[in-house]
């Protein structure tokens, strides 16, 4: 398969007057895997999005699709795209199947066979007006018109919103077949349960910048975990407290409860030596890990250890005016 | 539904009949009023009464023939406006609407060009103007056979084109501003105010002798001055047609580069 980047952006910036959505993005996702595009709101998922969908122009940079520069290609990229809006409604005096048949139309032609069999996976009655759907059904037809005419790229601005777990799930199951089909999809959420069962990589954005992308295996070596150590004799305390990747230390009698980021090779390097007689490691929970950089982002230490360096400038201080 | 220019269309199913059957009921009502009115001995001596400027901008000097009457009752006046509120209304939401309305975004990603979209909507808005057109153009003829109104094909047509032509202009106009901004406001609000100006400019025109020169310049005085009713074309339809065209040529590049959604 073709290795040009099924996303690339250069510098990607985006002002909305002197508010900055987007700030000097450069953001590669590679094709034929899914991408979880993750930051809290108002971050800029949705202005990337519609960059990439040629809906706003860039104010500094360029986006390509698949090679294709979304400004000067627009159409064509368009093209390639299934796109799902953040805030899909359609057309409320519009039944699902009239509404898809058009949308299918205006990509060139639709198999009507696919659209029926995606309508019956997601249990959605395409002869209803999409205005006396409910928010999750409405969300339904939003994801087949997406989904249905197989495009190589799909970018979905917070696809699961209003869906059941059930067919939450029945989602996550489609993202994975497209992907095994080869086609590359971009998935944004505020939440990392959602992405994380399908995700291979993610990024994480906070006001505009890009923190860092990581693949799910790196973002599951820099999850924080609790560990219990129990000595033979005293807690090394002080020691403990100076070894890299620890923290939270207290201690109870003989036994240390603290944290560990990243490796736990410094941590038993170091501890080893004063016996120990019981470990207990608790793995915590990714969100944890991710809720870190929502809080802390950028000057967190954990967050600029995950990012491998620099990612860009520090905010300019505001100008007083 | 298999492109913009039928679902535009497919918006109206139910809008453009109602504004159909309702101006040819106007104008059916207005003819059979001409019975009456045209056994009224009195009317010319009243009408010369009248101040000249008055006859002139309401086409009452005609009023006592049947194409006069309904001139002077209908096409001058409430006619126009009936199309013009018609033509913007349904300008301002073809692109502008549905860009509040969140829709736009869907129509366009998609292999669908901006250049295509903006033309495929101003030939459906073009179309159901000339729809309303027919309709009154339809109840014309019929209202002055049933009531002997005498009134040619020819003239029937050209009143009839005269109100789809100023409908086309402005309510082309209302689309343009509203791919221009993405705001249904202002692409209302701003064709509202032309048109008021320009009506203003058709009535100052006849009555104050300085401003005689600028009546031309007047949309309402290009469509209207003839008659309308009046078995010929006049010229000044032809500038109708232009200020469309341009404002359309105009936006085509400056809209395909605007930020879709941004105004909401």
């Known amino acids: 398969m073709d290795k040009t980047p099924a996303i690339a952006t250069h510098g990607l910036t985006k002002d909305f007057g002197k508010r900055r959505a987007v700030h000097v993005l450069d953001l590669v996702v590679p094709p034929g895997i899914v991408f979880g595009y993750l930051g809290p709101n108002g971050a800029g998922k949705t202005t990337t999005i519609k960059l990439l969908a040629g809906l706003y122009r860039p104010t500094a940079g360029q986006a390509l699709v698949f090679g294709h520069e979304v400004t000067s290609d627009r159409d064509r990229v368009q093209g390639m795209i299934g796109y799902l809006p953040g805030d899909f409604t359609g057309y409320a005096d519009q039944t699902g199947g009239q509404f898809l048949h058009l949308i299918g139309s205006l990509r060139g032609g639709v198999n009507p066979a696919r659209v029926l069999q995606l309508a019956e996976r997601f249990e959605v009655d395409l002869g209803r007006r999409l205005g006396t759907l409910s928010h999750g059904n409405r969300q339904k037809i939003g994801i087949i018109q997406a989904f249905m005419n197989q495009p190589p790229l799909l970018v979905l601005d ?26 590359t999809v971009l998935l944004s959420s505020h939440v990392l349960a959602e992405v994380e069962a399908v995700a291979d990589q993610i990024g994480i954005l906070k006001d505009g910048r890009l923190l860092t992308t990581l693949t799910m295996e790196e973002l599951h070596a820099g999850a924080r975990r609790s560990i219990d150590l129990t000595f033979e004799r005293s807690v090394p305390e002080a020691d403990l407290r100076r070894t890299t990747g620890v923290k939270d230390v ?18 038993l390097r170091v501890a080893a030596p004063h016996g120990i007689v019981r470990l207990v490691t608790h793995e915590t929970d990714l969100a944890d890990t991710f809720l870190d950089f929502y809080e802390n982002g950028w000057e967190d230490s954990d967050a600029q250890r995950l990012s491998e360096g620099a990612v860009g400038p520090t905010p300019q201080p505001s100008v007083l005016g | 539904m298999r492109n913009v220019f039928q679902k535009a269309l497919w918006d109206q199913r139910r809008n453009l009949p109602f504004w159909a059957s309702g101006v040819a009921l106007v104008v059916l009502l207005e003819a059979a009023l001409w019975p009456s009115m045209s056994d009224m001995a009195s009317l010319d001596d009243y009408l010369q009464d009248l101040p000249p400027a008055l006859r002139e901008v309401f086409s009452l000097d005609q009023m006592a023939t049947g194409s006069g009457f309904l001139n002077a009752e209908l096409f001058t006046l409430v006619l126009p406006m009936i199309f013009l509120v018609f033509a913007i209304n349904r300008g301002a939401r073809m692109v502008a609407g549905e860009e509040e309305a969140g829709t736009l975004d869907l129509l366009l990603v998609t292999p ?53 032509l100023l409908g086309v202009e402005f309510g082309i106009l209302a689309l343009v501003i509203g791919a221009l901004t993405g705001r249904r406001g202002l692409a209302i609000g701003a064709p509202t105010a032309l048109v008021m100006a320009a009506y203003l400019l058709f009535v100052a025109g006849a009555l104050v002798d300085g401003l005689a020169a600028w009546r031309g310049f007047s949309p309402f005085d290009q469509a209207l001055h003839s008659g309308p009713l009046s078995p010929q074309v006049p010229a000044s339809f032809a500038w109708l047609v232009l200020p469309p065209l341009l404002a359309l040529l105009v936006a085509l590049p400056l809209w395909s580069r605007r930020d879709i959604g941004t105004a909401r």
Do not use: K, N, W
């Not at chain 1, 207290?250 to 941590?267: E, K, M, P």
């Not at chain 2, 000339?130 to 209202?143: D, E, H, N, R």
């Open chain 1, 158 to 183: 917070e696809p699961t919103q209003g869906l059941d777990p059930l067919m939450q799930r029945e989602f996550l199951a489609l993202v994975r077949e497209v992907r095994a089909q080869g086609q």
């Open chain 1, 250 to 267: 207290q201690v109870h009698d003989r036994t240390a409860h603290l944290s560990v980021t990243g490796s736990t090779a410094d941590l």
């Open chain 2, 112 to 164: 669908l060009s901006t250049t295509r979209l903006l033309v495929q909507e101003a030939a459906a808005l073009t179309l159901s103007i000339i729809a309303l057109g027919a309709a009154v153009f339809g109840a014309t003829m019929v209202g002055g056979r049933l009531f002997g109104l005498g009134i040619s094909v020819a003239a029937a047509v050209v009143g009839a084109t005269a109100l789809v």
